[in-house]
T-cell receptor
């Protein structure tokens, strides 16, 4: 079936640098996308979302970009901090009961 | 505000023993509820979801079952645990289109 996938399984960045986590999706009917952050031993936490009628949405230090032409989603984290170290999941929803989650990208922040 | 609880937080069980994990949601009514399993270093595998009391949909054939005896209670069970049932079990509820997760239960089957 169709699913959300990730380009990079791990990402290592220097503290203070910007991080970009990428995600590809294949279901053109998906109209709602979410990014989650999962710290070790905890449940995933909602970070930011975006609808398909938008290209960009900004939060506090995070920005989500959506490129529907190439079915690509990215999460940008500005001035990455050690506390940003976690696994990040992208997810898509077509308006139904289920959310499709990507495989996840592990972000390491080097001090 | 809504909160979701899971217990126990950690569980060590012998092979062949029964299992019961509980999830409860506060601050909402008639939520969609979900059980996921996550192997170490892996993604989320949807096990069951429920759109109402007594309504359970199973996503993958397995050694587990789920029940929803009350509106905001979701239970994951097994009659006889297998080694392969070890993992991190997450309960979630859905608000419109966004799922929110509980703290998880780490299960180790020995």
């Amino acid at each position: 079936g169709e699913s959300v996938g990730l380009h990079l399984p791990t990402l290592s960045v220097q503290e203070g640098d910007n991080s970009i986590i990428n995600c590809a999706y294949s279901n053109s009917a998906s109209d709602y996308f979410i990014w989650y952050k999962q710290e070790s031993g905890k449940g995933p936490q909602f970070i930011i979302d975006i609808r398909s009628n938008m290209d960009k949405r900004q939060g506090q230090r995070v920005t989500v970009l959506l490129n529907k032409t190439v079915k690509h989603l990215s999460l940008q984290i500005a001035a990455t901090q050690p506390g940003d170290s976690a696994v990040y999941f992208c997810a898509e929803n077509t308006g139904g009961f289920k959310t499709i989650f990507g495989a996840g990208t592990r972000l390491f922040v080097k001090a | 505000s809504q909160t979701i609880h899971q217990w126990p937080a950690t569980l060590v069980q012998p092979v062949g023993s029964p299992l019961s994990l509980e999830c409860t949601v506060e601050g909402t009514s008639n939520p969609n509820l979900y059980w996921y399993r996550q192997a170490a270093g892996r993604g989320l595998q949807l096990l069951f979801y429920s759109v109402g009391i007594g309504q359970i949909s199973s996503e993958v054939p397995q050694n587990l079952s789920a029940s929803r005896p009350q509106d905001r209670q979701f239970i994951l069970s097994s009659k006889k645990l297998l080694l392969s049932d070890s993992g991190f079990y997450l309960c979630a509820w859905m608000d419109r289109e966004t799922q929110y997760f509980g703290p998880g239960t780490r299960l180790l089957v020995l």
